[in-house]
């Protein structure tokens, strides 16, 4: 397993699957937050197209537990990222986040934007720029949903969520089937693994005061070049497309892709559409940049 020293001595740790791709790597940051990188797997087989490079946090997976754990937090999370980069000794990143990752991964473009050179933002948080989803917004996307069988225990459950009066555990365990886009024995099991999975003490601090500063962050990002693409779940209630679209406002060219029939894990719902939006959105910048350095 591959490791390298953190701005604190920390070890982390990272892994690398190559598929049948070589070359220049796509750095890959998990969400949870604080979950190891696992459950993202190999993003529906977007490492046939490149090769992966999927960190695990610190207090994650194959990464060691920091002494001081304050260094949860988000914002003092981004020196781990960039201590990565100078140990696979890269100049630019391609960068792709999901979920909670992506605030990771904004607020690195944010701080160094030299160093990134295609950035991927995954059915995305929005913390970092300090957006809010609504309610009522969840509850919409939550009602495409009417047909499936398991619809009748799960929207009461969420009703109750967002309105401030859930009944603990069993209503967040019922509204589970919202995430995926299918709710079927892969997305059960991806579900069961995940929960395993996530260091919750980390998780506690990794949005603690002064963790986001979303007006400079968003002041930093006016300025960012690089290509952004955003990727958002048509049936996401994590990160609805009206938020995404939102989000995206911020990163001035970026793109959005809103996957049909998808949930907050898109590679699984849609394996080849997802790796296709990737892979075609990395390749045709790539070209771009070489046609443009001409």
């Known amino acids: 397993m591959p490791t390298f020293a953190a701005f604190d001595g920390t070890e982390l740790a990272f892994h690398e699957i190559e598929g049948g791709a070589a070359g220049h790597p796509l750095i890959c940051v998990p969400g949870g937050p604080m979950r190891d990188s696992r459950y993202l797997g190999d993003l529906g087989g977007l490492?046939?197209?490149?090769?992966?490079?999927?960190?695990?946090?610190?207090?994650?997976?194959?990464?060691?537990?920091?002494?001081?754990?304050?260094?949860?937090?988000?914002?003092?999370?981004v020196d781990d990222l960039e201590a990565l980069r100078e140990h696979l000794?890269?100049?630019?990143?391609?960068?792709l986040g999901h979920s909670a990752g992506t605030n990771l991964a904004i607020m690195y473009a944010?701080?160094?934007?030299?160093?990134?050179?295609?950035?991927?933002?995954?059915?995305?948080?929005?913390?970092?720029?300090?957006?809010?989803?609504?309610?009522?917004?969840?509850?919409?996307i939550a009602r495409l949903r009417t047909e499936e069988s398991w619809f009748g225990a799960a929207y009461p459950a969420l009703q109750?969520?967002?309105?401030?009066?859930?009944?603990?555990?069993?209503?967040w365990s019922a509204i589970d089937p919202f995430y995926y886009g299918r709710w079927d024995a892969a997305a059960q099991a991806h579900r069961d693994a995940g929960e395993r999975h996530q260091n919750d003490e980390a998780a506690a601090v990794f949005a603690a005061e002064g963790a986001f500063d979303p007006?400079?962050?968003?002041?930093?990002?006016?300025a960012f070049a690089a290509p952004t693409l955003f990727i958002a779940g048509a049936v996401d209630l994590n990160s609805p497309p009206t938020m995404v679209v939102e989000l995206a406002e911020s990163i001035p060219g970026s793109?959005?892709?809103?996957?049909?029939?998808?949930?907050?894990?898109?590679?699984?719902?849609?394996?080849?559409?997802?790796?296709?939006?990737?892979?075609?959105?990395?390749?045709?910048?790539?070209?771009?940049?070489?046609?443009?350095?001409?």
């Open 160 to 171: 109750r969520i967002v309105a401030g009066h859930d009944g603990g555990g069993d209503d």
């Open 255 to 294: 793109r959005v892709a809103v996957q049909a029939a998808a949930g907050h894990f898109p590679w699984l719902d849609d394996a080849h559409r997802f790796a296709s939006t990737v892979e075609g959105f990395l390749r045709a910048e790539a070209s771009a940049r070489v046609t443009s350095a001409r």
């Open 215 to 222: 007006e400079a962050t968003a002041i930093a990002l006016a």
């Open 89 to 95: 000794e890269l100049e630019r990143l391609d960068l």
């Open 110 to 140: 944010a701080r160094y934007p030299q160093h990134v050179d295609r950035l991927v933002l995954v059915t995305p948080s929005a913390a970092a720029l300090g957006l809010t989803v609504t309610a009522e917004a969840r509850l919409d």
């Open 47 to 77: 490492s046939e197209h490149r090769r992966l490079v999927l960190l695990d946090p610190r207090g994650t997976g194959a990464s060691a537990v920091p002494s001081d754990l304050s260094s949860y937090r988000c914002d003092r999370l």
